[in-house]
């Protein structure tokens, strides 16, 4: 199986404690693609402007993603500017210029309607909608979203949550989408609605799988240092669903290892401002970083 | 092995979104003694003033808890007040009465000078320092402290790092004490201060444990509903020794258990105000916890 993804393709301006960088390739597409790339094959669906530098678009093809639904559209690159503080766990949004993003209505190549794993990365939920209503019968459909839609367009997300297996939010956003403080019972909640799983994300803590009768929980990877968060939540998610889609299982023990090398992709992503860490990740640091978070969890509750 | 336990007995007054209690029993050494009572005979080393319920040390000594440390001076009990607010992170405190905490000065009774495993729990680190020459040859000595020391007694607090084998604070004081944001830096930087193992607890997210080359990070038992968050890392420290020093032995892998343990003991805490809930613990119910946070974590990081 192959893994759909569609979101952003951006151009980032951020600054952190460690260093800050001007217009270098981001978006929640663009992390999510890259991460599923080492596993499976991608068509990502996303929009650019007539200044999307080639080279970016050269590099996704080199990485086996299937850019036909990359479309570019007369104007600018969406842009995205935002800044963190010593804690790294939330970002300041200084500005965003949707520019192309803001017409954006995602036509699907054919090759892509029989997409078996689909992403619906972090945009209006009437779009994610419309991207699902092109694909034909799909396995798995995974989406994220953020507090605007939840606040904004609730209606249209509730309906998203009715046609979707897995939904996969921060901590924030879980709370804000069940309007309950406890985390327990906001899954609940949100299961409730419709998606067969929950994975809530929460940075630095790591994430929890919720479905009805389980929970699976990981930690995040814990880095000496931390350069830049931008794109971990999608890192994790195209990592997690570039996982599922080659094991070709959605078994809750497939899942389980799909959300640690979910984690790891994060782990790589943050490394480094842009992709410059995430887009050279080899297969041995990979399943090294797996076996860290094995050690890293592992316990008998039995004495042998 | 049994354990011995300093530090404080109080009487909470707690307010949470859930309820608001007055002058209940409370403190670190209560909390801490109450979880390690169902591993191990505790020795519980603390001062209260005359106005202390006999009730409460009735109920101590019923859980095979050694009370002839537990010293009654002229004056008030140790008095503290509370606040939560619906995030249940953080308390805010609201008043605190040192009362006859303020000339606190343990002579240890004779009987509990050759315990093996100690816990110096959230005091003045010179009256840590003031047990620890009272006790003979203990084979593991672990420990607490908060802000409040961190800031203000940096020197007394770093010769009790020396001397100590387990040091066991919050995220935030372990971030204080190294002067350091990130977590893995911050740990490396306190180990080198003495302790051979440090543990940061986090609260709702769980707990670390590092040594020089390892790290284990449990997560917290995900509950629907929790009460009030007093007395959590206590217990957690509780359960966690009282399970060390029931075990006999200071193997990575019993230290693993005995953080689960800990952790479970911790989930009980939060469950109901004061003891409420820590005092009545089957063995079963712990049994189950314990399984529960084997299925929550456990994942097989190759294909079977």
New interface residues.
């Given amino acids: 199986m192959g893994v759909l993804i569609v979101g952003s393709v951006a151009l980032d301006s951020v600054r952190t404690p460690f260093g800050e960088v001007e217009e270098v390739l981001g978006g929640s597409a663009t992390y999510g693609s890259i991460a599923a790339s080492y596993f499976t094959d991608v068509d990502l669906v996303a929009v650019v402007g007539e200044d999307f530098p080639e080279p970016h678009r050269e590099f996704l093809r080199r990485r086996n993603i299937n850019v036909d639904g990359l479309v570019t559209k007369p104007g600018r690159t969406f842009r995205w500017k935002g800044e963190y503080g ?3 766990n939330e970002a300041k949004t200084l500005r965003t210029e949707l520019n192309v993003l803001e017409t954006f209505q995602p036509t699907l190549p054919a090759s892509y309607r029989q997409a078996e794993v689909v992403f619906l990365a972090n945009i209006d939920p009437e779009l994610q909608l419309h991207v699902l209503r092109q694909v034909e019968r799909p396995r798995l459909v995974a989406a994220d979203t953020m507090n605007f839609w939840i606040d904004g367009k609730r209606e249209a997300l509730l309906r998203v949550l009715k046609e979707i297996d897995l939904l996969m939010i921060n901590d924030g956003e879980a709370r804000s989408l069940a309007k309950e ?5 906001a899954a609940q909640w949100i299961l409730g609605c419709g998606p067969k799983g929950l994975i809530i994300k ?1 940075g ?3 994430a ?1 799988m919720f479905n009805a009768h ?6 995040a990877y ?5 350069f830049d968060p931008t794109g971990a939540g999608d890192s994790f998610a195209g990592g997690l669903l570039g996982y599922l889609a080659q ?1 070709d299982d959605l078994s809750d ?1 497939t899942l ?2 799909a ?2 090398y979910g984690s790891a992709m994060a782990s790589f992503a943050v490394e480094a401002f842009s992709v410059d860490r995430l887009k050279d990740v080899t297969e041995e640091a990979l399943q090294t970083r ?2 860290e ?9 039995i ?2």
Wanted: avoid cysteine.
């Fill in positions: 010593f804690q790294l403080v406890n985390l327990v019972k929460r630095e803590y790591g929890m389980r929970v699976f929980i990981a930690p814990p880095l000496e240092s931390v094991s023990a389980r290892r959300v640690i797996v076996r978070f094995k050690a890293m969890t592992a316990f008998e509750e004495v042998p």
